[in-house]
């Protein structure tokens, strides 16, 4: 059985920074690929960001691409999401997945493993 916990949400004005964290406990973490998903209030899920087992892949949603970084540590069966330049719409629950096949795609049916979110909230 995968555990995924996120870390890191908050609440920050336009234009500022926040860094979300996504540990993992069991499973092989490098064959998974990771992502990252959001859903604002009202609002269905969607795809943020994807990143292979390797860390060679990625695949950015377009409404974040430029603004937001993922990346991932395999010795720390991490995976870490940069957000600069946040937008008040960029408010959402944050989530990160795990598919044990390896598959980078924004499909949210892939993913076999969710962890349980962390609030993000820019605002002036």
């Known amino acids: 059985q995968v555990q995924l916990v996120e870390s890191g949400g908050g609440s920050v004005r336009p234009g500022g920074s926040l860094r979300l964290s996504c540990a993992a406990s069991?499973?092989?973490?490098?064959?998974?690929?990771m992502a990252w998903f959001r859903q604002a209030p009202g609002k269905e899920r969607e795809f943020v960001v994807a990143?292979?087992?390797?860390?060679?892949?990625?695949y950015y949603d377009h409404s974040v691409q430029g603004r937001f970084t993922i990346s991932r540590e395999n010795a720390k069966n991490t995976v870490y999401l940069q957000m600069d330049s946040l937008k008040p719409e960029d408010t959402a629950v944050y989530y990160c997945?795990?598919?044990?096949?390896?598959?980078?795609?924004?499909?949210?049916?892939?993913?076999?493993?969710w962890g349980q979110g962390t609030q993000v909230t820019v605002s002036s």
């Open positions: 997945a795990a598919d044990v096949r390896g598959r980078v795609a924004g499909i949210a049916e892939y993913y076999d493993y």
């Open positions: 990143i292979a087992g390797t860390g060679g892949g990625t």
């Open positions: 069991g499973g092989i973490f490098s064959t998974f690929a």
